[in-house]
């Protein structure tokens, strides 16, 4: 009775798969569908994936398929988009197809569509233009946004200084800087880096960004009907998020009793006018849980990107003495050590832009790009992708191209030099997306 009950169960499952992939190969000639590994029930196409290296993964993949491919991550079905060829003609070519956000669920269930990052249409497209305005300076009173990334890194030195020549870990003093820059944007406030608030939200985004990246999150992304109900870090992750956007709307609270639309003093003071001026419109996306969810992507966007491109610096810097000493000879003979740096400086900095840039290049701090969406059924090559399909463009196959980098695995800073030693741009320059 035992041998029959496993029989009877190898059976249900074996005929399961046979369905569920005649039922798949009939869907991917129905919808044309770009070619793709066959996947398994449930989870997809990941048995197909290094788990440790997924970019690597997608890339073989590529060598397989085409620079164009179907995959699926769990039940999902994702197109994956491989090559500065492709990537430009889904995003830039055929931008008005392609610009819907992919589903994120560990955090559409903790920001509910708000915000600049995760949100869709009409909403994203108005806190993009108006956060882009504003970073841009525009109503930001008398302080410009280079003043305070110049003030942010007088504060960074004296903290280096303090260490008086001592071993030290600078992680902590380099997540520190690029996040009270945020702060002095969002609330026209830097703080000391011992201040206990200030601590308190460190702990908050640091928390918060090793939990997206966490093996929970990652599997709550793929099957988050199953795992809403099952116990896991994963319940932690929308509370941290709330303290976040509590932290948030304490400070709109208190700009909220000081407000003067006539003399806005940073990011929140300009929204809140914007709020005023728009509070007779019941569908204005001007609203506080907008402000909240902009303000914690804000701090999302800019503080670990910042933080992990200076620590990655510093590591180059350390291995490569000859690059060390070419950039800091230009930033002396430039610069000199009486001034801060300025954005005017870069033009006459050719080397450092060029080291700058490469750092990002090299360590591809975002691989894959944030999942894209295709807004409704589009043609693309000879495919059709589904409306509301997700959409991977892979940055790290474009940043690591070896037509335009020659030995892309090599740190090397001529990477973005001419043959006159002035800096080049590139296209294929695209740490965060095209």
């Known amino acids: 009775m035992e041998l029959l009950g496993v029989t009877t169960l190898a059976l249900v499952i074996s005929v399961t798969c046979l369905i ?58 994702t197109v ?13 070519n055929q931008g008005d197809e392609f610009h819907g956000r992919g589903r994120f669920p560990i955090i559409d269930n903790a920001q509910k569509g708000y915000g ?6 009409e909403r994203w497209k108005l806190m993009r233009r108006f956060s882009l305005m504003t970073l841009r300076n525009f109503g930001m009173g008398k302080r410009s946004l280079e003043e305070r990334v110049q003030e942010e890194a007088r504060g960074l ?11 030290f870990d600078p992680t902590f003093a380099l997540s520190c800087a690029p996040c009270n820059v945020i702060c002095s944007v969002l609330f026209n406030e830097r703080f000391q880096y011992n201040d206990e608030k200030f601590l308190t939200l460190m702990d908050l985004l640091d928390e918060n960004f090793k939990q997206v990246n966490s093996r929970w999150c990652q599997i709550y992304n793929l099957w988050p009907v199953l795992m809403k109900y099952l116990p896991g870090k994963h ?40 709020m005023e001026q728009e509070k007779y419109k019941p569908e204005s996306e001007f609203n506080l849980e907008n402000l909240a969810a902009c303000g914690s992507n804000l701090f999302t966007a800019g503080t670990e990107t910042t933080s992990i491109t200076l620590r990655f610096g510093l590591l180059l810097l350390m291995k490569y003495p000859e690059v060390e000493a070419k950039v800091h000879e230009e930033i002396d003979r430039v610069i000199g050590r009486n001034r801060s740096p300025s954005m005017k400086d870069k033009m006459k900095l050719p080397y450092t832009e060029a080291f700058l840039h490469e750092i990002q290049r090299y360590i591809t701090l975002f691989p894959s790009n944030l999942p894209h969406a295709v807004t409704q059924d589009t043609k693309f090559r000879q495919y059709v992708i589904p409306k509301g399909t997700t959409v991977l463009p892979l940055l790290s196959s474009v940043l690591l191209d070896c037509q335009e980098f020659p030995n892309p695995e090599k740190f090397d800073p ?21």
């Not at 449930?42 to 995959?71: F, H, W």
């Not at 903290?159 to 071993?167: D, F, K, V």
């Not at 001529?414 to 095209?434: A, I, M, Q, R, W």
Request: with cysteine; net charge neutral.
């Open 20 to 77: 569920f992939i005649f039922l798949w190969t009939k869907g991917q000639k129905a919808v044309r569908l770009p070619p793709g590994p066959t996947p398994l029930p449930v989870i997809g196409n990941i048995l197909q994936l290094n788990l440790k290296d997924v970019p690597a993964s997608l890339s073989k993949l590529a060598e397989q398929y085409g620079p164009v491919y179907t995959l699926y991550l769990g039940p999902r079905c």
């Open 80 to 92: 994956v988009l491989h090559g500065y060829d492709a990537v430009k003609e889904a995003l830039i």
């Open 116 to 121: 600049l990052i995760f949100s869709h249409g």
């Open 157 to 167: 030195l004296q903290e280096l200084r303090n260490t008086e020549g001592q071993p």
């Open 235 to 274: 319940k932690e992750f929308s509370k941290k998020i709330y303290d976040v956007k509590n932290f948030i709307l304490e400070k709109v609270k208190e700009h909220q009793e000081t407000l003067d639309p006539d003399n806005p003093r940073d990011y929140i003071d300009c929204f809140l006018t914007k």
């Open 414 to 434: 001529g990477h973005f030099l001419d043959e006159n030693g002035c800096f080049k741009k590139t296209d294929y320059f695209v740490p965060f997306s095209l």
